[in-house]
T-cell receptor, first 107, second 117 residues
Framework: QKEVEQDPGPLSVPEGAIVSLNCTYS??????FMWYRQYSRKGPELLMY????GNKEDGRFTAQVDKSSKYISLFIRDSQPSDSATYLC???????FGSGTQLTVLP | GAVVSQHPSWVICKSGTSVKIECRSL??????MFWYRQFPKQSLMLMAT?????????EQGVEKDKFLINHASLTLSTLTVTSAHPEDSSFYIC?????????????FGPGTRLTVT
């Protein structure tokens, strides 16, 4: 079993839609959870991070961690074409990455 | 956020030659830097962890004699791909950890695209 599983997509939504991106992880000891955004041919950019359980909001982005089900989510409200990218979840300080979900927001 | 740069951004080299990629933390000192490799439409694969002033720790399956890592200062780590072959063609990305007491923040460079012909 992989340490982090992420639906690779691709995911295509119309502009303005709410996007939900999800990952599951296997090790209940993980405490750090990150979301990175990667544009094509660029390095990943840290979007959000959470420690332990709960929600964290930053503008149109909300990160959610449910440790009981080992499930993490990133929600994007009012999605924009500029949000089109690959989104990678990562867990633990050692940054074990999910495979990434390719998102396209259509104008 | 912290800024990490990489140089060059892309390089083409002939099979059998060596290529050096530099990774710099521009506005902070990074005691720990990481080197990743990414194939098209795949996630990042950690190659090695580089600690300033000591030998790098390589992940299983990564040839340390082929991928030489040097972390000579708190702001610079280099990756040298020795005797490159076409199968080494990939996107190489470095990252640096912000040195805080409880640190999970890693910032990535823009990546270096290596093509070996």
């Amino acid at each position: 079993q992989k340490e982090v599983e992420q639906d690779p997509g691709p995911l295509s939504v119309p502009e303005g839609a709410i996007v939900s991106l999800n990952c599951t992880y296997s090790n209940s000891a993980f405490q750090y959870f990150m979301w990175y955004r990667q544009y094509s041919r660029k390095g990943p950019e840290l979007l959000m991070y959470t420690y332990s359980s709960g929600n964290k909001e930053d503008g149109r982005f909300t990160a959610q961690v449910d440790k009981s089900s080992k499930y993490i989510s990133l929600f994007i409200r009012d999605s924009q074409p500029s949000d089109s990218a690959t989104y990678l979840c990562a867990v633990s300080r050692q940054l074990t990455f999910g495979s990434g979900t390719q998102l396209t927001v259509l104008p | 956020g912290a800024v990490v740069s990489q140089h060059p951004s892309w390089v083409i080299c002939k099979s059998g030659t060596s290529v050096k990629i530099e990774c710099r933390s521009l506005d902070f000192q990074a005691t720990t830097m990481f080197w990743y490799r990414q194939f098209p439409k795949q996630s990042l694969m950690l190659m090695a962890t580089s600690n300033e002033g000591s030998k790098a720790t390589y992940e299983q399956g990564v040839e340390k004699d082929k991928f030489l890592i040097n972390h000579a200062s708190l702001t610079l780590s280099t990756l040298t791909v020795t005797s490159a072959h076409p199968e080494d063609s990939s996107f190489y990305i470095c990252s640096a950890r912000v040195p805080r007491e409880v640190s999970y923040e890693q910032y990535f460079g823009p990546g270096t695209r290596l093509t070996v012909t």
